[in-house]
């Protein structure tokens, strides 16, 4: 892999987790409870990304397909003034996409490479460096319900990160997905702090980390099976300004 850049989280101990912050060419997986600030660590790279090199950014715009209809462009001003980029010129360089359904989200993540490539040829535009999927995972498990579901369920996440990795590595781009844990104990996996999606997943997400919540705004990452990073934990801050130590 060349040229790999990496997108800095805003938190100095959860980029240090890291080395640096996410990878280019690479899916990372955020996965956590309700509340463990996935959205949050996905609306502060939508800025970061934008940031200029200097500043240890790529100058570049993002793609975000919102399937929970949770993405907030009052938080996306509030980060930019907390990084001290233009609010209006941030919201412009992310691109939202709401997605309705599994088939939709999966259209979504094609038409991604296609903007993509439009934003390559024209002068003006900057470049798309992050692809986020928030949330990856929920409505899959809102339509294939119960065992007899979750073999094609499986297949279209496998096909999904497989169209997710392949804009990665035409874009020289990062893609962040997140997914909630298994809230119900007797699920099919029978561990509650275990993401959705079983192994499937675990194979193709490059980076995996765990969230949960700590004492008051704090929150812990845990850097999970990653193939070149000792695993650790980081704690991060969750602010006005976005993510913090
Ligand atoms: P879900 O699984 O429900 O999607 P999530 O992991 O995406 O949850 P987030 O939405 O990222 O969770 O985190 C929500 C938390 O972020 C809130 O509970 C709050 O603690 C914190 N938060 C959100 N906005 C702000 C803000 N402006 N200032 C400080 N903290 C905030
Ligand atoms: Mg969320």
Known sequence: ????????????????????????????????????????????????????EEEGGLDSSAIYIDTENSFRPERIKQMAEGVGIDEEEALDNIFVARAYNSNHQMLLVEKAQELAKEQEEEEEGKQVKLLVIDSLTSHFRAEYVGRGALAERQQKLNKHLHEAIKFTNLFNAAALVTNQVQSNPDAFFGDPTRPIGGNILGHMATFRLYLRKSKGEKRIARL?????????EGVFTINKEGIRD
């Open 224 to 232: 999970v099976d990653s193939p070149c990073l000792p695993e650790g």
């Open 1 to 52: 892999r060349k040229n790999v850049s990496k997108i800095p989280t805003g938190g100095e101990e959860f980029d240090e987790l890291l080395d640096g912050g996410i990878e280019t060419q690479t899916i990372t997986e955020l996965y956590g409870e309700y509340g463990s600030g996935k959205t949050q660590i996905a609306h502060q790279l939508a800025v970061n990304v934008q940031l200029p």
